[in-house]
């Protein structure tokens, strides 16, 4: 004889064994105990969560003899039920039994009166699969019910169903179950079953199961077949394709310090390793949770994944707006496993994405007119090691390997982009964007003229000493780049933004343009060097004193000035 599974072996026999849905259990038990059964009831829910055996329990307990302890396990009744050999409880699958016909004699037998039991009772599962001239037989039924019958329907998808059919039943809906309910009774049943668990294979398993008791207990299942009944963390995760929590905080490392290289490393070592990445991507945004709640509360209770100690060197290394900027990202970047036939190849754009000081969306600019500017103008100087040369000594330089020399146009060229994203990261952006935000809190005349101009443009990339900002107008960029503009604007955000960085505007495409190329230089290993940027020097006016303004007025030689 084969095997039984655990999720049969442990299929719950009383109220009392059912784990969760406790708001549930008890409406159950009380409406059986106070004799107040309803002729229908609607069951919802995800899968594995209950529906069924809580249909099962229902059926039992209001055909048990003794109704002040049901179901009591030891009548005749309870005995039938359980082995499914009771008259009076028919169970029936929808997605085998979805015709017109059917419906047709399961109504005409629930006119006969009860064989065995007090109720007849029919446990309809899946039920939202019946056509539609199924449906409308059921819903005559449920209208006008015979004597002793109970109809006990069960679904996953409720919104399928007519809007009659629900109206005329008890609903209750089930929820998924909590991590810790399924792993406390996970190793309830590994003990049972003589099976070694430990806490941190449960707790994958709670994981993996997605709040379904079922699923829990089959996975738990198959990893005991697979190991000898000795189940390690280190199993469940060679099994069905998962990683430790410290490999993917040293991925989340990766990505907060740009370190490309090691990120396409990895992404080929978890395609080696079969990884699900998609599981992946929910447990990066489970830590990076976990790490801004720790930022704002310091309370290491309040973690679900993390321990404190790599909690706090996360919050350490990584801020609020950046974690919040990656989760960002990585929730938007999930459906693009959906259209894709590599998730490998989708996991690495998405933590490329990440890991890239990029900002490619629409950007919404003004109508106002814009000043068109002259073709003279010039951006602010950018120096290398190497002295500035004259401008008729530049010659073109090898794409593959560029080196920049002084910028002599309003416009960035994409190798100029390139050698200032050498120099940026992703925490100086996020810094930048909450400081640019404050433009909007300033509406003095003077800081009109420049926070218009801000307005119109987004933070693309920062780093120590620059800041790229995107515009959707070409007209726009150069007007911010040209030099007095560009000294002016430099000026303002360092005194009323706290930001004193030489600031540098590129239209939305030509940044998309140097990404791309930047990341083909780094996957060869082959990125140039990073500008050498020499800030303005602002000088501050000289305040004049009285003395000086009197012998502006008067004529100093007969001018005398008293202590």
């Known amino acids: 004889m084969s095997k039984l ?14 784990v969760g849905q406790e708001y549930i259990v008890q409406s159950i038990k009380n409406a059986v105990l106070n004799n107040k059964v309803g002729h229908a009831y609607l069951f919802c829910g995800p899968r594995g969560t209950g529906k069924t055996t809580m249909a099962r329990l229902l059926a039992k307990a209001v055909n048990c003899e003794h109704p002040e302890e049901a179901p009591c396990e030891h009548c005749s009744n309870c005995e039938a039920a359980n082995n499914q050999t009771h008259p009076d409880i028919i169970e029936i699958n929808a997605a085998n039994e979805t015709h017109v016909e059917d419906v047709r004699d399961l109504i005409d037998r629930s006119q006969l009166a009860p064989m065995q039991g007090h109720h007849k009772v029919y446990i309809i599962d899946e039920v939202h699969q019946l056509s539609g001239a199924a449906a409308s037989a059921l819903l005559k039924t449920l209208e006008e019910p015979p004597e ?5 329907l069960a679904t996953t998808d409720p919104q399928k ?45 709670a994981v993996l199961c997605d709040g379904g008791m079922r699923d829990a207990l089959s996975i738990m299942d198959q990893c005991a077949s697979y190991t000898s009944d000795h189940i390690t963390a280190e199993d469940v995760d060679r099994i069905y394709g998962l990683t430790t929590v410290a490999e993917k905080v040293s991925l989340i490392q990766s990505i907060n310090t740009m370190n490309l290289e090691d990120i396409l490393n990895k992404t080929k070592k978890y395609e080696q390793q079969g990884i699900d990445f998609q599981k992946f991507v929910d447990g990066m945004v489970d830590i990076l949770k976990d790490v801004v709640i720790y930022h704002s509360t310091r309370k290491s209770n309040l973690l679900k994944v993390l321990d404190e100690d790599v909690a706090k060197s996360l919050s350490e290394s990584i801020n609020q707006q950046t974690c919040m900027h990656m989760i960002d990202k990585l929730f938007n970047s999930k459906e693009k496993f959906r259209f894709t036939t590599s998730a490998a190849s989708c996991f690495e754009v ?7 000081p990029t900002e490619t969306q629409p950007i919404q600019v003004n109508t106002k007119p814009i000043q068109k500017p002259e073709t003279t103008y010039v951006v602010p100087s950018v120096e290398i090691k190497e002295d500035i040369k004259k401008p008729e000594e530049n010659k073109t330089e090898n794409i593959t390997k560029p ?32 400081k640019l935000n404050k433009i909007n809190t300033l509406f003095d005349m003077e800081s009109k003229k420049y926070t218009s101009l801000l307005e119109e443009t987004k933070v693309g990339a920062s780093g120590k000493d620059c800041l790229i900002l995107i515009s959707d107008s070409k007209v726009l960029a150069n007007r911010m780049n040209e030099e007095t503009m560009n000294r002016n604007l430099y000026q303002f955000i360092k005194e009323q933004l706290q930001i004193d960085k030489m600031m540098y505007v590129t239209t939305s495409e030509n940044f998309k343009n140097a990404t791309v190329q930047y990341v083909e230089l780094m996957k060869a290993n082959n990125l140039p060097e990073p500008m050498k940027i020499i800030r303005y020097q602002i000088e501050k006016e000289k305040e004049i004193t009285l003395e000086e303004r009197a012998k502006d007025i008067f004529n100093p030689d007969i001018l005398e000035i008293e202590e």
């Open 350 to 356: 998405i933590c490329l994405e990440v890991a890239i």
């Open 5 to 18: 599974a655990l999720y049969q072996k442990y299929r719950s026999s009383t109220f009392s064994e059912v």
């Open 161 to 205: 169903l007519l809007s009659t059919i629900i109206s005329r039943c008890q609903r209750f809906d089930f929820t998924k179950l909590q991590k810790n309910q399924i792993k406390e009774h996970l190793l309830e049943i590994a003990k049972k079953e003589d099976i070694y668990l430990d806490e941190e294979a449960a707790d994958n398993i």
């Open 148 to 152: 002793n019958v109970i109809f006990i």
């Open 403 to 434: 080196v920049i020399k002084e910028v002599k146009t309003n416009e960035l060229t994409t190798d100029e982009i390139i050698s200032l994203l050498v120099q940026c990261n992703k925490q100086s952006k996020a810094e930048d964007d909450v």
